[in-house]
């Protein structure tokens, strides 16, 4: 029985873990073939063989830095030569801060911009015009429902994120005609090792007592009574990078349990 990604290469850019990792393997389950570009270099390559060895697809981890261009370039060439014209290009790749906006240094600001913003530019300049030629391209990045709503503590990631929410939109009024489309999915909180890292400098800094306050003040905010898991974002994902969403350009999904809808 054909399969929702036969045939079809995905590039997934912070691939080695989290909702990068759940959506190659969910994208080959459905019969794709992946590449984990990570700047965990080690990660991506032994994500990307527990893939192949769960799945059966062709799977190759290549460590790359997004924020630099040598880097981006050479990656798509490996990947191309690998396993073929990128046909899906998920940007999951990110980094995130905890600090007010007064605390916050140019150099943090730098950080943030250089991994959310300019990599996925850099990711799809590289991409963009194989895929334009092809007449097929399905991408989608990450971004956050901070960037809908800012969020305290998060300045700056949240620029970044709705620097990529401009992006994309405008890209995909720019191509739209060529059979490649752009979207955005947004999350809400969801359990993965980004996530717990910053639950854990919380948890420290508050005490345990407060924490758990806290933990149950968020869980009351969504009304699904739940945090995210990386599955339900890849499924989202796995729809936009599929054939079926054709007609679906410029968007921005909030995966998010009813977290806000905006
Ligand atoms: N987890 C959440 O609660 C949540 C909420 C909203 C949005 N998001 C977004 O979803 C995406 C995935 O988040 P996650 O929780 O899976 O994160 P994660 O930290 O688990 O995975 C991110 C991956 O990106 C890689 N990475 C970091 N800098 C890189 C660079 N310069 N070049 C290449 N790779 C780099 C990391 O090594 C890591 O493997 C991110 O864009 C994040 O901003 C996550």
Excluded at 114 to 143: E, F, Q, S, T
Aim: glycine letters at 10%.
């Amino acid at each position: 029985m054909a399969q929702r990604f036969d045939g079809k290469v995905a590039l997934i850019t912070g691939g080695a873990r989290g909702i990068g990792y759940a959506t190659a393997r969910m994208m080959a389950q459905g019969g794709a073939k992946l590449a984990l570009v990570d700047i965990n270099g080690e990660q991506a390559v032994a994500s990307a063989a527990k893939l192949a060895a769960e799945t059966g697809t062709q799977a190759i981890g290549v460590k790359t830095d997004v924020t630099s261009e040598a880097d981006v370039l050479a990656m798509v060439q490996t990947v191309t030569e690998k396993l073929g014209a990128v046909d899906i290009y998920v940007s999951s790749a990110a980094v995130l801060d905890d600090k007010l906006f007064l605390d916050s240094k140019p150099a943090d600001w730098h950080r943030m911009i250089d991994v959310c913003l300019y990599g996925p530019m850099l990711c799809l300049h590289a991409l963009l015009p194989g895929m334009v030629k092809r007449g097929y391209g399905r991408v989608i990045c990450l971004a956050s429902d901070s960037a809908r709503l800012g969020q305290a503590r998060l300045s700056y990631y949240a620029a970044a994120k709705g620097g990529v929410i401009a992006l994309v939109k405008s890209i995909a009024q720019e191509v739209g005609k060529s059979g490649v489309t752009l979207n955005i999915v947004s999350p809400g909180a969801t359990n993965t090792e980004l996530r717990m890292e910053r639950e854990a400098s919380m948890r420290a800094q508050m005490g345990e007592e407060k924490y758990q306050r806290r933990v149950q003040t968020v869980l009351r905010m969504y009304p699904t009574g739940r945090i995210g898991e990386p599955d339900d974002i890849a499924a989202a994902i796995s729809f936009l990078a599929s054939g079926e969403a054709s007609w679906i350009t410029g968007q921005v999904m909030s995966v998010n349990g009813g977290f806000a809808m905006p």
